[in-house]
DNA sequence: CCTGGTAATGTTCACGGTAACATTTGATGA
DNA sequence: TCATCAAATGTTACCGTGAACATTACCAGG
């Protein structure tokens, strides 16, 4: 900066005030300077900015390591809000393991972040950041509305409701669910919502079976699927995919014999065969809120509620009515 | 640090070298500068620590914006092993506009990274970064193998010949080929393999379909395939699934009356119905290789050569010969 | 012509570490 | 006992920027 100051003819605090927009330079002064910032490629060095401002402008991102679709558009469109907002984000993913999510936070903390997005799919992740951050405005995404005060969320529940309401209305009467990883929280409310309305509607109550959230457990648990099961609720798309295909492998027809709902509504899940009954969440609007809210909070505006985005249920030719129940 | 060194009852230098783990500290030293960092919940700031020693510990990566999955996965891998070599990741992802290319740059620069790891999937932003960078360990990733000097690829020529080389086994000869964005080099290089090798063996040459990457894009340019082709290589996976769909919409089977080709092998591949034939890319071999060879770079050691990795053909059930060449 | 005031620019210091060098401490052997 | 030397620790300067304050330039009005 002392040789861009030079070359100009003018002090190093001159450059800075060119580099920071500030008013009062003059504007011949200030195209000086900028011609000797594009001859010498000045840049300007940002470890030095934050260590004499305190703050760094850029927002800290805790992701997880695993790269689903779901979380991984939401953090599409939280680096996209924070760069539209001035802020770059510095993203690291972990394990949820405590020692490994305290490592990336003390890293995260010592690059002088401004706030931090808590992307934490597992409640273990939650507690060992809240044991740990301190002074710094947080925004809590995917944590499936469990922590109240400034969680951006999908209603689980809802999208449960909806797809389960729909094999219902159906007809069905005998669903089984193949649930995520229960530490995950999605995976558990998505399975507390589905208990919850079967015995709402005095449905049968068949074994519960858990995946992994790919393709491959969702094949492994379908295998194991209840014979007299009619419909099959699965927490995600690609256990979905992977349960139609062991369906079809075993001899059922999908969705004559059984019918197959998912949830999250990829892009492919549309182009599956056949075509996935799905429940459509809104990760990118998810991860666009969380940064508003983020900035709100910033700024010091109070954000007095945060609704729940509600999701909604998308028909494909993957469900139909049962055969047994009702035969054409 | 000082408030550190205040308690502990000695000087902030010695501080800093039990951060460092220095030898030449007192046992008992040492422990109670521990001591005193745990009761003050002390964390040292990497801004003052890049500021001083001009490195940052961490290797900038440029990426993609748009979330597929091979990235996706070798940008994991890529951030593994650097964890795992000691160095963190700053990733920024970019589209690949030079001008938003410079920017994340310059964001990275002014970040004092130690290295680049450039993942570039379009030549254009390999050019704006090479016009650009200077004096930084490079390593360049899904270029397609199109840069030679520290560039880790996928060989896609062999890609594109086993898979179009299996069709030709099984008797096919009207092959139809749906084509990425002719921007993106790999959807390039598979494209220029596919015309090379249907000319080598002096097969038709029916018209190029031409999609985004996605299963929609593969939909929309399988209705308009060619009604006398018999089978379609996609550059990837998702416009395959989306080929499938359309030609089983408009009444042609697969794989009975066209057989349809895909690259990747995506998790999902293989629940597809029916399961797709793919070429299978390491993705994340290829981040870590790239690790390999930054780290190696970075240590002065000469990495001379840097074979490409080599895909393999999956050989799944959306292939069978052709009904019309060898009919039953 | 001088005064007052504002716009433009310059000077100094601090941010929180690390590196290089300086100093103190403690053990060893003559 | 003291010289010697290495180990342990302390002191000082500096990294590149921005904030606060100091200064200079310039203009208008009495």
Redesign the interface.
Known sequence: MHDVAALAGVSHQTVSRVLNDFAGVKPDTRERVTEAINAL?Y??????R??ATGR?QSIGVLAP?V?N?GP??S??AV??AAREAGF?S????TTPEPARVAEAL??L????IDALVLMAQQRSVVDAVTSTA?GLPIVYLLTGGESSDWAVSVDQGAGVDIAVQHLIDLGHRRIQHIAGPIDFSEARLRRLAFDRIVAAHGLDSLPLLIGDW???S??AAALALDPTATAVFCAND?MA??A??AL?DSGRRVPEEVSVVGFDDL??A????P?LTTVHQDFEGVGHRAMEVLLARLNEQGCPTIDPFVPWLVERASTAPPRTNHPT
């Open positions: 490629g840049r300007r060095n940002l470890a030095a934050t260590l760094s390591e790269p679709f991984m558009a953090l599409a680096e996209r770059y510095l993203v690291i993913s003390d890293y903390l010592g690059k002088s301190v790919t393709a491959d969702g094949y690609q995919v992977g139609i295909h079809v892009p492919e549309k182009h599956s065969l075509p």
